[in-house]
């Protein structure tokens, strides 16, 4: 009950604010005064309306995971997007094989089993991608210097990056 | 006659040495993710879509390829269902019904190969139906204008959100948020910015396989990680196989059954495998009545949901090539290859481009053929795979993806918002809110809009013009009828629950 209000409260705000961000679209000549705003209007209305009816007609709540594994989920989610900024100063062997053991140890805790399955993961990829995909350019090995590497982390705190 | 030449031309593009390799390496490939519990056809074509780009790979032959695996991953499916207990996808979910039972019994081997079978006629019989069907919806498509697209879309919504989730509001909001996103970027009349909240990176728009692999691919790592894997090791030992001719005299009549249900099924805009194979199960289930012991482990328990699941993935690509509107999940997925490729589907594809549309159709009946000889003696092979224990299969499956997006785009952007998506389709599934809608949403937002557009510039905003045609008229009505009809329905049309130990 309370997850579906929750989540049609998410997202009535968010289609609130949806409506309200197309209202601003700007127009010109070309486009017509209308147009452009009217479909953006349309879904944002719709929108609105369906997430009145899941608060008003909620389902039963579903079974959320225990603190621990939200602890776990969000490790995880950490894990990926500094891959995803890492990626371009280090190349892919590293990040992979790191990311690669967390994930694996994430999903089936024994310390030794997952850096194996991490490392040979990033191998046998670097492998397949490199020599078998013909897409050396996109896993090269990198080797960053310390401003490049600052440059790719500083993307993920709020207000530094760019 | 012209339909023979028109399959004499697609053979001559589908039959070089080098598209049969990548059917059979497609087929393979498709076939294994097919059986990977957690990765459906959806997530098996999202993820190589990437990777197929990098490879440079020319229209025709990526889409062979991921024909190929599309597919060999709803035959593998069948796998998973039979020997786990767990269904690779949801269509696949029928197939448990009777074919964990049959397996318990000893007989996961016939099981197996009959499944096999059963998948063959329906893709079979589906596929010629297409041949037949196809031509003639597209001239049908020549009389759509802007207004019948518009409804046209709109059907594919609401008989989706209507027949495929349990809760049309949620299903309906999953559709605002894919074509919410859709909206995201430069307008292609003015040449201004929308709803980028002024980020750069967003002026393209977001890409569509970047959501496609995040909420499928990245979203199923975190389930694993929720569950720790529990349930991903082989639960029914398979000794051997051998050919059961006379479960497969026995269920001939149900496979032909289900195959016509399947492809009907497949054909609606919007309503897909899933409905195929429930329709098709149900319906022989009330022919059997009483005492055909559905849901103990009989045959005709798995020859029917299996042939109409393959017959529906076939009846969905119908829609999907005449008037570009897909019909399930991973004919959504199809779409976003063709229009990565630069291909429009719709009629004009037919009259343009035969080249690829009957290139695509033989290139199907290919794959039919190297599946079915592919998977009775292989399918000891493809059983050993079923036991990648999910410690190294979900993270590998994260590194493709993440990799293959990063070949596609290179921006880091590109891969934060893959992990957003991965989070968002967490959080959806976990709330019964379908990912399928979400995915078409984004797909077909642009052209949704741009249909209703010219609608309202050649009426001079008159919204009327929304229902002047029979055609348009018939579509809404439709449409209000798909979406709002399953809400009486499901007393009646309740999903039988898959058995448990």
């Known amino acids: 009950m309370a997850s579906d209000r929750i989540f049609g409260l998410i997202t009535l705000i968010t289609a609130a604010a949806y409506i309200a961000a197309a209202t601003q679209i700007q127009t010109n000549f070309f486009s017509g005064e209308f147009l452009p705003k009217l479909f953006p209007l349309m879904i944002g209305g719709v929108a609105a309306i369906c997430s009145l009816v899941l608060i008003f007609k909620p389902d039963p709540d579903p079974d959320w995971p225990m603190a621990r594994t939200w602890g776990n989920l969000l490790v995880a989610v950490v894990v990926l997007a500094f891959y995803a900024v890492l990626m371009t100063p280090l190349g892919f062997i590293l990040p992979t094989a790191v990311a690669a053991s967390i994930l694996s140890y994430q999903i089936s805790p024994n310390a030794k089993r997952a850096v194996l399955a991490g490392i040979g993961l990033s191998l046998g990829l670097f492998v397949v991608f490199k020599f078998v995909l013909m897409l050396g350019n996109v896993v090269a090995y990198r080797s960053p210097t310390p401003a490049k590497l600052w440059d790719a982390i500083s993307i993920l705190i709020p207000f530094v990056g760019h | ?501």
């Open chain 2, 1 to 501: 006659m012209e339909t023979l030449a028109n399959l004499a031309l697609g053979f001559s593009v589908a039959l070089s040495p080098y598209t049969l390799m990548l059917a059979v390496v497609g087929c393979f490939i498709g076939t294994i993710i097919g059986a990977l519990p957690g990765l459906g056809p959806s997530n098996g074509v999202a993820i190589l879509i990437p990777i197929s780009f990098a490879l440079g790979l020319d229209a025709t032959a990526a889409l062979v390829l991921m024909t190929a695996v599309y597919y060999g991953a709803m035959y593998g499916g069948r796998i998973s269902s039979i020997l786990l207990n767990i269904p690779g996808d949801e269509p696949a979910l029928m197939t448990t019904l009777d074919g964990y039972p049959m397996a318990k019994n000893g007989e996961a081997g016939n099981a197996l190969v009959l499944s096999g079978v059963a998948s063959f006629v329906g893709a079979f019989l589906a596929t010629v139906g297409l041949i037949l069907l196809a031509p003639v919806l597209a001239r049908v498509a020549f009389l759509f204008g802007p207004a019948e697209y518009f409804a046209l879309y709109l059907l594919a919504f609401c008989t989706l959100g209507g027949m495929a989730s349990n809760n049309q509001a949620k299903s309906a909001i999953a559709a605002c948020i894919g074509l919410g996103i859709a909206m995201i970027g430069v307008d292609s009349s003015s040449g201004l910015p929308r709803l980028t909240g002024g980020n750069l990176h967003l002026y393209d728009g977001v890409d569509f396989l970047v959501a496609i692999v995040g909420l499928f691919a990245i979203a199923e790592l975190f389930f694993f990680i929720e569950s720790h894997g529990k349930g991903s090791s082989i639960g029914v030992v398979l000794d051997k196989v051998s050919i059961p001719w006379k479960y497969i005299r026995q269920t001939f009549p149900t496979m032909l059954r289900s195959s016509g249900v399947g492809f009907v099924a497949g054909v609606l805009p919007g309503a897909g495998a899933s409905l195929g194979s429930f329709l098709a199960y149900m319906t022989e289930k009330s022919i059997a009545g009483e005492k055909g012991k559905f849901g103990t482990g009989v045959p005709k328990g798995i020859a029917a949901p299996e042939a109409g699941n393959n017959a529906a993935a076939g009846g969905a690509l119908v829609p999907m090539l005449t008037l570009g509107v897909p019909g399930s999940g991973t004919t959504a997925v199809l779409l976003a290859l063709l229009m990565t490729l630069n291909i429009t589907p719709g009629p004009t594809l037919f009259r343009d481009n035969p080249d690829v549309v009957w290139g695509l159709i033989a290139s199907l009946l290919i794959a039919n053929v190297v599946l079915l000889i592919m998977n009775v003696p292989m399918v000891k092979i493809f059983v050993k795979i079923l036991s990648v224990p999910a410690w190294i299969l979900l993270p590998g499956v994260t590194m493709i993806s993440t990799t293959g997006i990063f070949a596609l785009t290179g921006s880091y952007f590109d891969l934060l918002m893959l992990i957003g998506f991965g989070v968002l389709g967490y959080f959806l599934r976990k709330l019964d809110v379908p990912t399928v809608p979400v995915i078409l949403g984004i797909l077909l937002g642009g052209n949704m809009e741009d249909a209703l557009r010219r609608a309202m510039t050649l009426s001079d905003g008159d919204p009327t013009y929304l229902f002047s045609s029979p055609i348009a008229i018939g579509l809404w009505i439709a449409a209000i009828l798909g979406f709002v009809a399953p809400m009486f329905l499901r007393g009646i049309l309740k999903k039988p629950q898959a058995v448990t130990d």
